[in-house]
């Protein structure tokens, strides 16, 4: 089995700072391109950023200049740096993975649980 788990998620001020984490543990042999998704309340699921196994980074360019992902491939884990926050970047915050699954050598799509993002006076 293959699991990913968000953490880092909470309630802050607009202009305030958040840093998210997405752990993957299981049996797998290695991660290809990791994700962070957000859903907002009434909408649709949409993607915030992009890194790949090389490190290459995309942004929705909703949070281009105020967002980073990383990701440290030793610790299968990645991460969202999210500054000067706003209040429509309220929302619940997912990642997702490629995974190659040991069991059986073939690549598979995971998602965490969510994690609660509310900016807020």
């Known amino acids: 089995q293959v699991q990913l788990v968000e953490s880092g998620g909470g309630l802050v001020q607009p202009g305030g700072s958040l840093r998210l984490s997405c752990a993957a543990s299981?049996?797998?042999?290695?991660?290809?391109?990791m994700h962070w998704y957000r859903q907002a309340p009434g909408n649709e699921r949409e993607l915030v950023a992009t890194i790949t196994s090389g490190g290459s980074t995309n942004y929705a360019d909703s949070v281009k200049g105020r967002f980073t992902i990383s990701r440290d491939n030793t610790k299968n884990t990645m991460y969202l740096q999210m500054n000067n926050l706003k209040p429509e970047d309220t929302a619940v915050y997912y990642c997702?993975?490629?995974?190659?699954?040991?069991?059986?050598?073939?690549?598979?799509?995971?998602w965490g649980q969510g994690t609660q993002v509310t900016v807020s006076s």
């Open positions: 299981g049996s797998f042999v290695r991660i290809n391109a």
């Open positions: 997702n993975a490629e995974v190659l699954r040991k069991w059986s050598y073939t690549w598979a799509d995971y």
